[in-house]
């Protein structure tokens, strides 16, 4: 069935370090995949979308990789800023299956002084 | 920057009341959508909406829950009898200026509604 899961539920980097958030999907018709983040009391912001025809891409400070054959994506953030700290999701879509987003459950990510 | 928007931003209300959440997606936006999230837990699909009907909707979306695009502005969701389980953050997305499916969805700040 439809699940998006992810590895770790916290994350804490340094500063100025990178980031590397994990996210395992088990659907394999899921072809459009999004990450989004969620500072406390917010909703979700947009960051990086990346197609499945695709492996990588890149955005400002951040890419998204992903790798269909282990049914897996990563959001890489460069030099980790405090003002990254929040919920990361990442979220799934299936071409043809409506517009509907699958979240997963969050990572919290806590950027260390 | 063009931004989805709600109201209200915190909704209390008794069991078995009525609630209207209001949202005024972007503009030249096509698609709208309602998803919640309950305290701790993921964000959840509720519905989504184009071209003034529903397109897909959510095991969770039952007959106590309607939408209603009343004018060329505003997306309100409408919850007819609140129960204690609906307390959650309700968001509004919308997307697609080009009536493309899989475009970037957009969301809203959310209304948080506590039912007592």
Known sequence: GESVGLHLPTLSVQEGDNSIINCAYSNSASDYFIWYKQESGKGPQFIIDIRSNMDKRQGQRVTVLLNKTVKHLSLQIAATQPGDSAVYFCAENIWGGGNKLTFGTGTQLKVEL | ?116
């Open chain 2, 1 to 116: 920057e063009p931004e989805v928007t709600q109201t209200p931003s915190h909704q209390v209300t008794q069991m078995g009341q009525e609630v209207i959440l209001r949202c005024v997606p972007i503009s030249n936006h096509l698609y709208f959508y309602w998803y919640r999230q309950i305290l701790g837990q993921k964000v959840e699909f509720l519905v989504s909406f184009y071209n003034n009907e529903i397109s897909e909707k959510s095991e969770i979306f039952d007959d106590q829950f309607s939408v209603e695009r009343p004018d060329g502005s505003n997306f309100t969701l409408k919850i007819r009898s609140t129960k204690l389980e609906d307390s959650a953050m309700y968001f509004c997305a919308s997307s697609s200026p080009t009536g493309v499916l899989q475009e970037t969805q957009y969301f809203g700040p959310g209304t948080r509604l506590l039912v007592l």
